[in-house]
């Protein structure tokens, strides 16, 4: 377990806070959690049920804790210093590390943003037909006008009611038919094969579970939080609100993380005890696992299954783009943030622009939506280990965090995440060799 205790900093004598409701302090931690159950991601979870049953829930287990450590350290970040993670990186580290990682990092979430896009125009399409890339477009203009000129506050209600979308996949697995003794057999009990296909799946449901552009977005959704709240400050400028914030901080971590995992994990047991049960393995997207469910599981799982596509990419889409635009601004030392003003911040709402558009454009220029995801995987897996390192190293010196940098039970877990994550990497490239 992760140490319970507190930074040195927080006074003695300040009194934890009390009847603080639940949705008050759901946030940055909910949302962040939520997005990681993207369209692409739900295609990977489809694709471990499909390919190997029950087999590999352990994963989403397994990963839940570390998830936990990594995103509330982010977090931790951002509500200490009042700055995102790139800001803190620029501050602390050569500029060629900065540009090289947030070059990554745009890269990867503008080729997965494309790819959402292509799932969700798919999905609607297979419930209502009509054009596809005229969807794709209507999603991307959807999304950028949201973010652009809904007023912050206002926008992250709508993304907090948008991860109610995620249950149609809880519900989608209630309604069929599930031997649940035999699930909670393999959760405790996990079979371990060290054959390509078992462990590539494996490496794409960590890569999927811990991805750089969650470190950012939570981050930078602290920093958001401080410049909304009235009295909020930066922790290093005002360490008596640190007893709270770092508690809201936890609980909406680990609650965020928690339904992210769940929500995956309930995902694989539907497409094991459906397609896999029936001898469908060969999933490579979201919308190929709602069709095949279709003539199995029957039309209501087909449909509620698709409209979660839609439903959990229109609350990733705007996560993707908008952590792009995070990392390019205050890289360049622009205004960012999503309460901002257009007129304030032009260039980090320029560059979110540019972000939705190019990743549209990918579905219009044929781009196959599987070779689309593996590569972004594959750059999301080169970027997360050095990022890792060099987040954990921020959070854990006091030039950084001062008083708050990290105490032993989180810098624990926190390196365990990394070196997980590691592990990961170095078994994607060995997979892609084997193959």
């Avoid at 750089?212 to 930066?234: I, M, N, S």
Wanted: charge should be neutral; proline fraction near 5%.
């Amino acid at each position: 377990m992760i140490d319970d205790t507190m930074s040195d900093a927080a006074p003695s004598d300040e009194k934890p806070p009390t009847g603080v409701k639940l949705l008050q302090v759901l946030g940055p931690g909910l949302i962040t959690g939520a997005s990681d159950d993207d369209p692409s991601g739900i295609a990977t979870y489809s694709q471990a049920g499909a390919q190997f049953g029950f087999d590999l829930g352990w994963t989403l287990v397994l990963s839940w804790p570390l998830m936990c450590a990594i995103q509330e350290i982010s977090a931790r970040i951002g509500r200490v210093t009042g700055r995102g993670i790139a800001g803190n990186l620029k501050h602390h580290y050569p500029g060629i590390v900065v540009a090289s990682l947030v070059s990554l990092l745009v890269a990867a979430n503008v080729i997965n943003l494309g790819a959402d896009l292509g799932a969700m125009a798919a999905a609607l399409k297979l419930v209502i037909g009509g054009p596809q890339l005229l969807y794709v477009a209507l999603f991307g203009a959807v999304t950028l006008l949201l973010e652009v000129f809904v007023r912050y506050a206002r926008y992250v209600a709508v993304l907090k009611w948008l991860t109610l979308s995620l249950f149609a996949y809880v519900g989608v697995a209630l309604v069929v038919h599930v031997p649940w003794a035999t699930v909670g057999y393999h959760l405790i009990v996990p079979r371990i094969s060290l054959a390509p296909g078992y462990l590539t799946v494996v490496v794409a449901v960590l890569g999927t579970t811990i991805s750089p552009y969650l470190f950012f977005w939570q981050a930078e959704e602290e920093v958001e939080e401080v410049k909304e709240r009235p009295g909020a400050k930066p922790l290093e400028r005002a360490p008596e609100q640190a007893r709270g914030e770092l508690r809201r901080i936890r609980l909406d971590t680990y609650i965020g993380m928690f339904f992210s995992n769940a929500v995956a994990l309930f995902i694989v047991i539907t497409t094991a005890a459906t397609l896999h049960a029936h001898g469908v393995s060969d999933i490579q997207t979201s919308s190929q696992a709602a069709l095949a469910l279709k003539p199995i599981a029957g039309p209501f799982v087909f449909v509620v299954f698709a409209l979660g596509i839609v439903g959990t990419g229109l609350l990733a889409v705007p996560v993707l783009a908008g952590s792009a635009a995070y990392a390019v601004g205050e890289a360049f030392g622009w205004h960012v943030g999503l309460a901002r003003k257009l007129k304030r911040a032009r260039a980090f709402y320029g560059v979110l622009a540019v972000a939705i558009l190019v990743g549209a454009l990918l579905n219009f220029v044929h781009i196959d939506p599987i070779k689309a995801l593996f590569w972004s995987a594959v750059i999301n897996g080169v970027v997360a280990v050095p990022m890792m390192v060099l987040i954990m190293h921020l959070a854990s010196h006091k030039a950084a965090m001062g008083d708050f940098k990290l105490h032993a039970g989180l810098k624990i877990m926190g390196w365990i995440a990394t070196l997980a994550m590691t592990a990961a990497a170095v078994g994607m490239f060995a997979t892609m060799g084997a193959s």
